[in-house]
């Protein structure tokens, strides 16, 4: 039984930070590629970031570039979103999902396994 939970979700003002932490069990993960994608009130859900566990190549949203951050605890079983430079059109319930293959994805159909997600809320 594969299990993400997501934490670190918060209210934070306009250009501070967050990480959000997305432990996972149930499966190695060598061989796959997680992700993080958001819902904002009102929108679909959209891809964030991703990044491949094998050799840890990442892929970013052009909206989050520069800006956010994906990293991984290898002995932990944990992946990592730092998000820096809030803004507030970055408050959105924020997800992690497993993809059951070793490269990276933007779409959602193509991730098998969701965390419950976190919210997120930036104040102007």
């Known amino acids: 039984q594969v299990q993400l939970v997501e934490s670190g979700g918060g209210l934070v003002q306009a250009g501070g930070s967050l990480t959000l932490s997305c432990a996972t069990s149930g499966r190695a993960l060598s061989s796959y590629a997680m992700g993080w994608f958001r819902r904002a009130p009102g929108k679909d859900r959209e891809f964030v970031a991703a990044?491949?566990?094998?050799?840890?190549?990442?892929d970013y949203a052009d909206s989050v570039k520069g800006r956010f951050i994906i990293s991984r605890d290898n002995a932990k079983n944990t992946m990592y979103l730092q998000m820096n430079s809030l803004k507030p059109e970055d408050t959105a319930v924020y997800y992690c999902?497993?993809?059951?293959?070793?490269?990276?994805?933007?779409?959602?159909?193509?991730?098998?396994?969701w965390g419950q997600g976190t919210q997120v809320t930036v104040s102007s």
């Open positions: 990044a491949s566990w094998s050799d840890f190549s990442t």
């Open positions: 999902a497993l993809r059951l293959a070793g490269v990276t994805s933007v779409y959602v159909r193509q991730y098998s396994y």
